[in-house]
T-cell receptor, first 111, second 115 residues
Framework: GDSVTQMEGPVTLSEEAFLTINCTYTATGYPSLFWYVQYPGEGLQLLLKATKADDKGSNKGFEATYRKETTSFHLEKGSVQVSDSAVYFCALSGDDYKLSFGAGTTVTVRA | GAGVSQSPSNKVTEKGKDVELRCDPISGHTALYWYRQSLGQGLEFLIYFQGNSAPDKSGLPSDRFSAERTGGSVSTLTIQRTQQEDSAVYLC?????????????FGEGSWLTVV
């Protein structure tokens, strides 16, 4: 079945550092890929998505490119802020329309 | 409403009691999902409704769990004879449905504690 593997956390960074969270997937067909974010005390929010190979999703300075050849969708941000502290989830949606989530990566940004 | 609405936001119940959790999806969304988020288990799919089709119940962990969706809108997740391991955040989500790649929008969740 479909599955997502993402980098284990927690990750602690200083403000303005570069952030990468690795995500790889296993799926049949052509899934859509997502990054969701959960800020402290809040619900899950869509951060960005990509629906086909080579698509780049971007939002709030974050980017991820759908790489079919490496089955990856790594999340990157060039300069993080304290407000980016959150749990980040990589997810995919396949032919069955359900979201399969990675385990989540906790990111803490220090001032 | 503007987003997916869930109630109650918090529920504490005694072991063995039944609980009902309610979800009001985004207006016009035909697809509705329930997920469970618990420590050490991540986000687990529970059940999926799409329009008038039979629901996909493949994620329900036991026959103590059931869900219904009335009139293609509001959904209720029922847990009978609750156990301590049922303690988790229960997340409802909805989407326009029917297409791979549709964005799935989540509610704030119902935090269930079984004591």
């Amino acid at each position: 079945g479909d599955s997502v593997t993402q980098m284990e956390g927690p990750v602690t960074l200083s403000e303005e550092a570069f952030l990468t969270i690795n995500c790889t997937y296993t799926a049949t067909g052509y899934p859509s890929l997502f990054w969701y974010v959960q800020y402290p005390g809040e619900g899950l929010q869509l951060l960005l998505k990509a629906t086909k190979a080579d698509d780049k999703g971007s939002n709030k300075g974050f980017e991820a490119t759908y790489r079919k050849e490496t089955t990856s969708f790594h999340l990157e941000k060039g300069s993080v802020q304290v407000s980016d502290s959150a749990v980040y989830f990589c997810a995919l949606s396949g032919d069955d329309y359900k979201l399969s989530f990675g385990a989540g990566t906790t990111v803490t940004v220090r001032a | 409403g503007a987003g997916v609405s869930q109630s109650p936001s918090n529920k504490v119940t005694e072991k063995g009691k039944d609980v009902e959790l309610r979800c009001d999806p985004i207006s016009g969304h035909t697809a509705l999902y329930w997920y469970r988020q618990s420590l050490g288990q991540g986000l687990e799919f529970l059940i999926y409704f799409q329009g008038n089709s039979a629901p996909d119940k493949s994620g329900l962990p036991s026959d103590r769990f059931s869900a219904e969706r009335t009139g293609g809108s509001v959904s209720t997740l029922t847990i009978q004879r609750t156990q301590q391991e049922d303690s988790a955040v229960y997340l409802c989500a909805s989407s326009e449905g029917g297409q791979v790649g549709n964005t799935i929008y989540f509610g704030e969740g119902s935090w269930l504690t079984v004591v």
